[in-house]
């Protein structure tokens, strides 16, 4: 009689991956919705829009910093991604550097199908939300600060969700969803130097990292990212 694979605790993964998540976007969601990483997003996500209609004090000025966070997250992605998350370890001065979330992403990469991987770490994570909350609330007034905020986090739990959707067993049924989809799946499994957006790709395709698959040959590294160790 064969047994089913148990759920590991963190919200239901199980320990068959690649198995986990179920065909609907609901079962998607109700594993996504379990994890420390989005409730935890979807929380300062909360509290700004509650601080935010308790202040009150509405202008037009409220949506320039959200405008702000929308037109800027191709390239956020695209920096974070090619400078901080395939960061190489070296040495300086005798110190080995090698950051936490570069470290997780080099784990990411050796195994795809590991959803516990796919998430921010959570130091990372903590520190990402409380510079989100000092880059708005610091140099802008109270109401425009905690608008930006809102962005900031909204946009920060749309990269989690759709970085977890394709990365989960949920396939694309439309075209949008489906071009993103590829062009991750290009980033692990045919050459980790290109398509390094998540939610999207325009920065790939301004700064010449959006080639036709087959113009790109199968990396041998595309598993470690270059780091032996």
Same mark, same amino acid.
């Given at each position: 009689?064969?047994?089913?694979?148990?759920?590991?605790?963190?919200?239901?993964?199980?320990?068959?991956?690649?198995r986990?998540?179920?065909?609907?976007?609901?079962?998607?969601?109700?594993?996504?919705?379990?994890?420390?990483?989005?409730? +935890?997003? =979807?929380?300062? %996500?909360?509290?700004?829009? !509650?601080g935010? &209609?308790?202040?009150? #004090? @509405?202008?037009?000025?409220?949506?320039?910093?959200?405008?702000?966070?929308?037109?800027?997250?191709?390239f956020?992605?695209?920096?974070?991604?090619?400078?901080?998350?395939?960061?190489?370890?070296?040495?300086?001065?005798?110190?080995?550097?090698?950051?936490?979330v570069?470290?997780?992403?080099?784990?990411?990469?050796?195994?795809?199908?590991?959803?516990?991987?796919?998430?921010?770490p959570?130091?990372?994570?903590?520190?990402?939300?409380?510079?989100?909350?000092a880059?708005?609330?610091?140099?802008?007034?109270?109401?425009?600060?905690?608008?930006?905020?809102?962005? +900031?986090? =909204?946009?920060? %739990?749309?990269?989690?969700? !759709?970085?977890? &959707?394709?990365?989960? #067993? @949920?396939?694309?049924?439309?075209?949008?969803?489906?071009?993103?989809?590829?062009?991750?799946?290009?980033?692990?499994?045919?050459?980790?130097?290109?398509?390094?957006?998540?939610?999207?790709?325009?920065?790939?395709?301004?700064?010449?990292?959006?080639?036709?698959?087959?113009?790109?040959?199968?990396?041998?590294?595309?598993?470690?990212?270059?780091?032996?160790?």
């Amino acid at each position: 009689m064969r047994v089913a694979p148990n759920p590991l605790k963190s919200g239901g993964v199980t320990k068959e991956r690649g198995r986990n998540e179920g065909q609907t976007l609901r079962d998607a969601a109700a594993v996504f919705f379990k994890q420390p990483s989005p409730i +935890a997003i =979807a929380a300062a %996500l909360l509290a700004a829009t !509650i601080g935010r &209609l308790y202040v009150g #004090s @509405y202008s037009w000025s409220d949506l320039l910093p959200p405008a702000v966070v929308l037109a800027l997250q191709p390239f956020t992605e695209w920096l974070i991604h090619v400078f901080l998350l395939h960061f190489r370890p070296r040495t300086v001065a005798g110190h080995r550097i090698d950051p936490l979330v570069s470290r997780k992403h080099r784990a990411h990469h050796a195994d795809p199908k590991d959803l516990q991987l796919v998430f921010i770490p959570g130091p990372a994570l903590v520190g990402l939300l409380g510079g989100t909350a000092a880059v708005f609330l610091i140099p802008f007034s109270l109401p425009v600060g905690l608008s930006g905020l809102m962005g +900031a986090y =909204a946009m920060t %739990l749309t990269y989690e969700w !759709i970085h977890y &959707l394709i990365h989960s #067993s @949920y396939r694309p049924r439309h075209r949008p969803y489906r071009y993103v989809w590829r062009a991750h799946r290009n980033h692990h499994y045919r050459n980790e130097n290109y398509w390094f957006g998540v939610t999207v790709h325009l920065a790939d395709h301004l700064l010449g990292t959006f080639p036709d698959k087959s113009a790109v040959e199968v990396s041998p590294t595309a598993r470690t990212l270059g780091v032996d160790s």
